[in-house]
Structure formats: structure tokens, C-alpha cells
């Protein structure tokens, strides 16, 4: 198995870790990824909203959120406050209903650039892995456990992979920003 076999779930984790970002940006439509992993202090230890309710999606315009431990509506309602997602929760009773405002042409832009700085992220993950396995293939040359053949197959298949995975990068957020533009 070669250094790029080994080291290419590398570039998979930050195709994922890209993909786990998207889904907490908001899009206008009622998603229940939005809220899920808000931490919740849940007496004294942070947990997330999923562990501690049932979230739903009545609509596309609310989420609606049914805590298993009634005691703790006003911490979830605090912890979704203070999320930054801009969204006001509403509590009603038993549930607390999550009004999704629609987006205005300005905060779609925001979150556009918001999709490119995330994207532009991972492929800098990409490249340092790539640096990586590029320094163990150069420093397996120089002590002669491959031959210069084996090094320019290897940087050729390594660039096939990089391009790969940074082709699935742009396609992963320029679906991202569609979503996020379409009204």
C-alpha cells in the first residue's frame, strides 16, 4: 500500500468536515441540522439539543422542538439565543417552535461568502496533505527505498487525487450557494 493509500483518508475527512459545516448554515428553509448540535447545559454539563429533544420540521418556515425533560425549555431557549443563528425562539408550553426568518438578498451574499471562506478552507487542508505525503514520497527517494520513476508516478497519482478531491470541494459548494440564492 502506498504513502497515498494510507494517507487518503486524509482528504476524506476534509471533504466531510466541510460537508458538517454547510449544514449549519442557514438557507432559509426549516432544516433540523440547523439546531441539533447546540450545546445545552443540561445541569452543569454541556449536551447536545439532539440528546436532549425531538426536533422536527412541521413546515418549511419552522422547527419545532420537544424537549424530553420539560425542566429545561429556558435552557434550550437561552443556548438557541446565544447560538448566533438569528433566529428568536418561541416557547409554547410543552415545544418551543423556531420561526425561520426568510433571508434577505444581503445576509444570502453574507452566507455565500460564508460557503467560499469554508470551502477555501478545506482545500488548504487538502494541500497540507498533500505537502505531507509529498515530503514522504521525496524523503523515500532520497534514502532509496523508491526510485525516481516510482517518485513521478507517485506526485502524478498524487496530483489525480488533490484535483479530485478539490473538484468535489467546488461542486460540494457551489450546490451550497445555490441553495442559499434560490428564493
Do not use: C
Amino acid at each position: 500500500m502506498s504513502i497515498i493509500e494510507d494517507k487518503e483518508h486524509l482528504f476524506e475527512d476534509a471533504t466531510k468536515h466541510l460537508k458538517e459545516e454547510l449544514k449549519n448554515i442557514q438557507t432559509g428553509r426549516a432544516n433540523p441540522t440547523l439546531v441539533e448540535n447546540i450545546s445545552v447545559d443540561y445541569y452543569g454539563t454541556k449536551t447536545p439539543l439532539q440528546e436532549l429533544a425531538a426536533i422536527t420540521t412541521p413546515d418549511s418556515r419552522s422547527i419545532l422542538i420537544q424537549p424530553w425533560d420539560k425542566n429545561i425549555s429556558k435552557e434550550i431557549e437561552k443556548a438557541i439565543t446565544s447560538s448566533n443563528l438569528g433566529i428568536n425562539p418561541v416557547g409554547e408550553g410543552n415545544m418551543i417552535r423556531l420561526p425561520i426568518p426568510p433571508l434577505t438578498e444581503e445576509r444570502r451574499k453574507e452566507l455565500s461568502k460564508n460557503v467560499s471562506k469554508l470551502a477555501e478552507s478545506a482545500k488548504v487542508s487538502i494541500r497540507n496533505v498533500r505537502e505531507e505525503i509529498w515530503r514522504t514520497i521525496k524523503n523515500q527517494k532520497t534514502s532509496g527505498d523508491i526510485t525516481e520513476d516510482d517518485q513521478f508516478a507517485f506526485q502524478k497519482k498524487l496530483q489525480e487525487k488533490v484535483d479530485y478531491f478539490n473538484k468535489n470541494i467546488k461542486s460540494i459548494s457551489e450546490a451550497k450557494e445555490k441553495e442559499i440564492m434560490t428564493i
